[in-house]
């Protein structure tokens, strides 16, 4: 059974720093696609980073150069570190996974690119 469990999420102060945590199971190997993505209450979804088998990472632009997407295969994990936090960071975040492959996929950071997701982690962030 394929399962993603988020962790890491509490309240910091802006300017503070957190670092999420995903740990995915289900399958032998690694996820083709990973990323993250967050939804503040009456808002969409949104994609926050993503990560390839490959080590290509992607960001949205509000989080570049803040936030890295990381993975350590060895654990089965994936993380976000997110530095130099905003009050609009302020959401729900979630991670997602993938398996599929296929010749020349591009793991976008959008939802239609995953098929697994964990259940969020609380981020609040006060100015």
């Known amino acids: 059974q394929v399962q993603l469990v988020e962790s890491g999420g509490g309240s910091v102060q802006a300017g503070g720093s957190l670092r999420l945590s995903c740990t995915y199971s289900?399958?032998?190997?690694?996820?083709?696609?990973m990323g993250w993505f967050r939804q503040a209450p009456g808002q969409e979804r949104e994609g926050v980073a993503g990560?390839?088998?490959?080590?290509?990472?992607t960001y949205t632009d509000s989080v570049k150069g803040r936030f890295t997407i990381s993975q350590d295969s060895a654990k089965a994990t994936l993380y976000l570190q997110m530095d130099n936090m905003k009050p609009e960071d302020t959401a729900t975040y979630y991670c997602?996974?993938?398996?599929?492959?296929?010749?020349?996929?591009?793991?976008?950071?959008?939802?239609?690119?995953?098929?697994?997701w964990g259940q969020g982690t609380q981020v609040t962030v006060s100015s």
């Open positions: 997602a996974a993938d398996w599929r492959w296929y010749n020349g996929r591009s793991c976008r950071i959008d939802e239609s690119e995953f098929l697994s």
């Open positions: 990560f390839d088998r490959d080590g290509r990472t």
């Open positions: 289900g399958y032998t190997y690694s996820p083709y696609c």
